[in-house]
């Protein structure tokens, strides 16, 4: 078992749906959660970011944690085609007595297709 | 433009060759990640440097090797090439003490033929 599932899709939606992307993990030591979008023949790029339970807003993106469902969230309302990416979501544990970022954890990607 | 820059963009090259993939990571940042994506595997996380040290080993191949210059930019280097190598590597930096994640480049889409 992977310590994060995503579901690959692809994903497709008429514009302005609200979508929703979601992720889960098996590893309770996870503190901090992000989100990615990766545009095609791109790096991807920061998108959203959690720290341990919670939402977070950020326009039209929410970002939502479950740590007691070990379930991440990313939700898009009024989609638009410019949202029509892979989303990738990342997860690490807090940094170790040094201070040093622990490894990135990846979910595979959700292929988005937002359509006019 | 993210600030991280690699080149080449793109590589074609014949199996069992050698290649060299260079990073130039954010100003500012000293830790620099390399990673390998393709469509079957996502993105793997294949090894980090901190200041020009090794801070971190992932799934990388003993064919393949790494390392971070004085001035910060880092050189991954990939031998007796296979199909299987086949993929988009991006190089990430970071400030360490930053849990926010990574700033990416754009990549370089390798394909050995």
């Known amino acids: 078992q992977k310590e994060v599932e995503q579901d690959p899709g692809p994903l497709s939606v008429p514009e302005g749906a609200i979508v929703s992307l979601n992720c889960t993990y098996s590893n309770s030591a996870f503190q901090y959660f992000m989100w990615y979008r990766q545009y095609s023949r791109k790096g991807p790029e920061l998108l959203m970011y959690t720290y341990s339970s919670g939402n977070k807003e950020d326009g039209r993106f929410t970002a939502q944690v479950d740590k007691s469902s070990k379930y991440i969230s990313l939700f898009i309302r009024d989609s638009q085609p410019s949202d029509s990416a892979t989303y990738l979501c990342?997860?690490?544990?807090?940094?170790?007595?040094?201070?040093?970022?622990?490894?990135?954890?990846w979910g595979l990607g959700t292929s988005l297709a937002v359509n006019p | 433009d993210s600030g991280v820059t690699q080149t080449p963009k793109h590589l074609i090259t014949a199996t069992g060759q050698r290649v060299t993939l260079r990073c130039s990571p954010r100003s500012g940042d000293l830790s620099v990640y390399w990673y390998q994506q393709s469509l079957d595997q996502g993105l793997q996380f294949l090894i980090q440097y901190y200041n020009g040290e090794e801070r971190a080993k992932g799934n990388i191949l003993e064919r393949f090797s790494a390392q971070q210059f004085p001035d910060l930019h880092s050189e991954l280097n990939l031998s007796s090439l296979e199909l299987g190598d086949s993929a988009l590597y991006f190089c990430?930096?970071?400030?360490?003490?930053?849990?926010?994640?990574?700033?990416f480049g754009s990549g370089t889409r390798l394909t050995v033929v």
């Open positions: 990342a997860m690490s544990a807090r940094p170790d007595n040094a201070g040093n970022n622990r490894k990135l954890i």
């Open positions: 990430a930096s970071s400030v360490v003490a930053d849990v926010r994640g990574y700033t």
